[in-house]
Antibody, heavy 123, light 106 residues
């Protein structure tokens, strides 16, 4: 059974840093590109970042580029999102999601999502 | 950026109703379109990918159609478990979502 479990969220002050982690199990993690998405309270869904199977290709939404860094450790079946210079508007539930195709396919959607982890940026 | 516009934003319906949600892309996306269902406090659940392909385990009352810039999600006979918010998502160029359609009890 595919499982994605996020952790590491919490309360942080504006300008601070935080790292959220996604622990993957039930599939060959190294064979799938991965993603982070988020949802602000009461709002819609927003894609945040993508990382290829080997970690050599990454993409970011304009809203987080230069502040967030996605990474992965295939040996530990783990995905990370390092968030720096956090803003109040980064407050959201952060989801990791698996791309729905094996390898670094050109047009991946998301077929499995974690349960989400709340990050609150407030003074 | 590709903008996705869903309509309506809210839909009131009864059990057994046929429900249709529309999603329009600001530019051509072929059939790189997915639909997700989300209930309060839960992660989105994938329903349809490539505009019309049903995810494994999704009931056949759900169907998707369209290509290019116009897409629809249809629920042929609304069931109590279907009251939720639905999102379309394009994955032709990066990834963007529609604003969501809340299906509520009439």
């Amino acid at each position: 059974e595919v499982q994605l479990v996020e952790s590491g969220g919490g309360l942080v002050q504006p300008g601070g840093s935080l790292r959220v982690t996604c622990a993957a199990s039930g599939f060959s993690f190294h064979g799938y590109s991965m993603n982070w998405l988020r949802q602000a309270p009461g709002k819609g869904l927003e894609w945040v970042s993508y990382i290829s199977t080997g970690g050599d290709t990454t993409y970011y939404a304009e809203s987080v580029r230069g502040r967030f860094t996605i990474s992965r450790d295939n040996a530990k079946n783990s995905l990370y999102l390092h968030m720096n210079r956090l803003r109040v508007e980064d407050t959201a539930v952060y989801y990791c999601a698996r791309s729905n195709c094996v390898g670094d396919c050109q047009h991946p959607a998301f077929d499995f999502w974690g349960q989400g982890n709340l990050v609150t940026v407030s003074s | 950026d590709i903008q996705m516009t869903q309509s309506p934003s809210t839909l009131s319906a009864s059990v057994g109703d046929r429900v249709t949600i529309t999603c329009r892309a600001s530019q051509f996306i072929s059939t790189w379109l997915a639909w997700y269902q989300q209930k309060p406090g839960k992660a989105p659940k994938p329903l349809i990918f490539e505009a019309s392909s049903l995810e494994s385990g999704v009931p056949s009352r759900f169907s998707g159609s369209g290509s290019g810039t116009e897409f629809t999600l249809t629920i042929s006979s609304l069931q109590p478990d279907d009251f939720a918010t639905y999102y379309c998502q394009q994955y032709h160029y990066y990834w963007t979502f529609g604003q969501g359609t809340k299906v509520e009890i009439k």
